[in-house]
């Protein structure tokens, strides 16, 4: 077999002479390059390309200046950096912008507005407005006065014979005592049974010769008594409480449920629940009666108007301010004499262990007692309550008299420490009495 030698290999002479060729060329190339890179023309060409390549390397690094800012950017960056200042600014706006639509909604009495029950046609009083509270208090009684006085018949629960004759000494054929006898359900129940059938029930003739006509329901007012203890909690006796307890919640509870609800559901009426609000906003130390009694009344009003809503019953829940109920008849000094000589006997009919560890500081408290400005007159309150009467669609809460929506307002939103400051005695207090310790 014939063997072809590598010096006369076909393949072998073609790549020997292209690499022959390629060397040539890069020789060439060489040569050509060093020969234009040392002219001056090229020089030239290059310190141009180098300079705009500079100047567009810093426009990249240093890019224009952006525009000024707005007016919207400058005043939202100021509120930013005074965060505090803004903040204080809205409170004291929002809180004066609240307080002047409370002041002329609830306190500027409408004087267009004519407050006046129905009458029949014979121009006989056709509504009936029953009162559950003790006449023996101030704000009842003027309440009852000026119900009579806007054509109501009014009625008033009445627990014994002096209270009645407190009621008949109203000398208004209108005003009416209704007695409810004795704690028991059944009794209540036909003292409410009594009253449906002889009052609601009878037709009635304004005067002899008129057209009979039936008498309807306007509405229920509970008015739980408005006194409660002061003192600490352990001082406090447990017939006390339970006297409280049911004077204040359990008793308007008795009577809700031992039919005047079914008078109220049958005349298509309503309820009105009247409670302090001011401490129980506070929730100051020495106060635990008022705070617990109207916290539970709170609830129930709350837990009766979503039972009651269904069936069309409004339940209206009076949050009550502070008002004055005897304008002019006392000065603030003789208040603050009346308000030591409390306090001196509350504190004398303690234990001396008690007397001992909170004295001093009950002592302190009386600030609170102290009115640093007027209340609200009553006439607030009547057209609050004639209103939510009348109105078809009554609000669930109404907050009547001066402080009863500023105090809840500013224990909701200010923190516990804050609000405990500023239920703090004033530092130029009076001198703490020591009579006392001697008795």
Known sequence: MYTMSATHDPMEKILDTFYDWKGQGVQVLNKTVDTITSTDAYQKVAGLVKNADRNSISTLINPPPPPPPSLWERVTDWVSRHKLLVSAIATVTVSGSLYYVYTVTYHQPSRR?????????????????????????????????????????????????????????????????????????????????????????????????????????????????????????????????????????????????????????RHNSRVLLLTPTIMSSLKPAFHAPECISSAALESMALCMHRELKPQGIPFVHLKLGSFDVAPGRSSPGSHARQVATSIRADILSWPEPIRALYSRAYQASAHLHSPRTTGSSMRVLNHAVFDALTQDKPKRVWYVGRGSYAYEWLTSWFSESAVTWLLQPPSQSAPIERDWETV
């Not at 007695?179 to 029930?201: T, W």
């Not at 447990?238 to 449920?257: E, R």
């Open 113 to 265: 507005q004519r407050r006046r029950a129905k009458r029949a046609a014979n121009n006989g009083r056709t509504e009936v407005v029953l009162i559950a509270g003790s006449p023996a208090e101030p704000i009842t009684r003027l309440l009852a006065v000026d119900l009579d006085r806007r054509g109501f018949v009014v009625y008033w629960t009445t627990s014994s014979q002096e209270e009645e004759a407190i009621v008949r000494k109203e000398n208004s054929v209108d005003i009416r005592p209704l007695p409810i006898k004795g704690n028991e359900a059944s009794a209540i129940e036909d003292c409410i049974r009594k009253f449906n059938q002889e009052v609601l029930s009878v037709p009635v003739v304004a005067f002899p010769g008129a057209e009979p006509y039936q008498l309807s329901l306007a509405g229920v007012i509970v008015v739980p008594d408005l006194y409660f203890p002061a003192g600490p909690v352990e001082s406090i006796r447990a017939n006390t409480w339970s006297d409280l307890m049911y004077s204040k919640l359990l008793g308007p509870v008795f009577l809700l449920s031992g039919g005047l609800l079914d008078l109220v559901r």
